[in-house]
């Protein structure tokens, strides 16, 4: 059976042949097959407020909507790391709010790790949480809790400058106590840059191959979402396999061929023959 990586293990693969993998998903089922899969950690991110609950961003995401869903994903994946977003708003502004939330997440979620959003302004909050005993992933470049600030989902570090910036952000996020850093959405240059000046390891969605790990989110990697960016391998086409089945099951419940004795209760109640 898998065992649970751990946080000081995952701070062991920087510099190691070992490249963790990790999936976003958001409820019990979908956690139960990562859980019986070799992926090693789930992130339940607050992209849940695009794949369930139909937000056309991630703003509008509550503390309560991630609480509840990290509990679902906890319960259905024992034996693998779980990573608790903390969603738009949760610290801005307040460094008490930020411990709060994050304690909340942390405790309440039940899961192994927060996950903080954000450049420099992330910072302060990030070692408040840490010096409270939460254990913190940062997440830099392209994030979307910021998209309306970023003038929608772009990739980020385009320029020298800008490069530039990631790279002191990324080490300021580490100097405040981040075990793990989330590259989203940055030139492939700029991520190995990063990921060979930091001490804790990278893990890296749309930032090429040199991150010391890799994440996707459920609905993309498995192709049930009918559009996905340039950096998404689909490893499945669930989107077609479901479609599919659902219109044979329309089709035979019209036609009548569905149920068949095979599925159906076939006890001979007298008074009650077919
Ligand atoms: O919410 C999420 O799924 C994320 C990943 C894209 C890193 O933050």
């Known amino acids: ?66 609480v509840y869903h990290i509990k679902h994903v906890v319960k259905g ?5 779980v990573v608790g977003d903390m969603p738009f708003g949760a610290y801005n502004g307040s460094i008490e709010k930020a411990v709060e939330n994050a304690t909340r997440i942390f405790a309440e979620g039940g899961c192994d790790c927060v996950k903080m959003e954000g450049g420099m302004n992330a910072v302060p909050y990030i070692e408040a949480v840490v010096k409270a005993g939460i254990p913190v992933m940062g997440h830099i470049g392209l994030t979307p809790q910021a998209s309306a600030m970023m003038g929608g989902f772009k990739v980020q570090g385009k320029s020298t400058e800008a490069a530039d910036l990631l790279l002191e952000t990324a080490k300021a996020v580490e100097k405040a106590g981040a075990f793990l850093i989330n590259l989203e959405g940055m030139p492939s240059g700029v991520a190995k840059k990063i990921t060979e000046e930091l001490h804790i390891p990278t893990m890296g969605i749309g930032a090429g191959p040199h991150c010391d790990s890799q994440d996707l989110v459920w609905p993309d990697i498995l192709g049930i979402s009918d559009w996905v960016p340039k950096f998404v391998k689909k490893y499945a086409d669930l989107r077609t396999t479901v479609i599919d089945a659902l219109n044979t099951f329309a089709d035979e419940v019209n036609s009548g061929a569905f149920p068949t004795p095979e599925y159906s209760y076939n006890t001979k109640v007298e008074g009650y023959e077919e």
């Open 1 to 66: 059976m898998k065992k649970k990586i751990t946080v000081p293990e995952i701070m062991a693969t920087k510099n190691s042949d070992k490249k963790l993998s990790m999936v976003t998903c958001y409820d019990y089922t979908s956690a139960g097959l990562v859980d019986a899969s070799n992926v090693d950690m789930i992130l339940v991110g607050d992209s849940l407020g695009m794949v369930m609950l139909g937000l056309p961003g991630t703003v509008g995401v509550t503390v309560d909507d991630m």
């Open 77 to 81: 994946a024992p034996n693998t790391f």
